[in-house]
């Protein structure tokens, strides 16, 4: 389990040690530390990401004023292989850093299908519970105040949110090297850095999970 989170030894007055929990009260539980650690991940991915982003812009200026030296430097000679040389550099500093770029995203494909999994186990667990105890589901909640059915939503809104995310990055890595715009590469570098849809309510999202499991102290 990631650092931020209490043990399983956390005790919430009023109700058994979280060690003794069980059943879909343990798997809710796990599921709430894997969102946390998803999240972590992802967020570490982002700050990465975000340095090969601004590298892939500078290269990409740099190339475009090559271009624009080696039109005006066409009919000298003395100085156009060094500029062919200087280019060759930085298209292939340009295509590495777009390449890492892609690990990036593709690790981050891959917290997103984990995130999937957590939703169906959720709605699973759903499932056994309306099999267990009819169409009105558990009366009483598994830890504090929420029902099932609200770490099955909060889940689902989790999932949502970094999905989208997902598909910005995808759309951002596609034209990112290609862009000679700087303000629109500007805006690419502000939307991969902030993350328009994982926002202040995501957070919320994921803190009262952590908060409704006792991962974080109340």
Not at 135 to 148: H, K
Not at 151 to 160: G, I, N, Q, R, T
Not at 178 to 207: G, I
Request: glycine share 6%; proline share 3%; charged share 25%.
């Amino acid at each position: 389990m990631e650092v931020g989170l209490q043990g399983s030894e956390t005790t919430t007055p009023g109700r058994k040690s979280q060690s003794a929990v069980t059943g879909s009260a343990r798997k809710v539980k796990d599921n709430a530390a894997d969102w946390h650690n998803l999240i972590l991940k992802w967020d570490r991915l982002n700050d990465e990401g975000s340095t090969m982003a601004n590298k892939i812009v500078n290269l990409g200026f740099n190339k475009s004023s090559q271009k624009e030296l080696q039109v005006m430097m066409a009919g000298q000679d003395t100085s156009a292989s060094s500029n062919s040389e200087n280019a060759f550099e930085n298209s292939r500093e340009l295509e590495e850093e777009c390449d890492k770029l892609l690990s990036v995203v593709d690790k981050m494909t891959r917290i997103v299908s984990k995130m999937e999994k957590l939703v169906s186990s959720e709605k699973g667990i759903i499932d056994l519970e309306t099999f267990q105890y009819g169409t009105g589901g558990r009366q009483t909640p598994l830890f504090q105040t929420w029902p099932t059915s609200q770490f099955a939503d909060v889940s689902s809104k989790l999932y949502e949110a970094y999905k989208q995310e997902l598909t910005l990055k995808r759309a951002i890595l596609q034209e990112l090297a290609h862009t000679t715009n700087p303000d629109l590469s500007m805006v690419y570098l502000s939307c991969w850095l902030y993350q328009p849809y994982t926002d202040d309510r995501a957070k919320l999202l994921l803190e009262g999970l952590l908060l409704e499991t006792g991962h974080r102290p109340i």
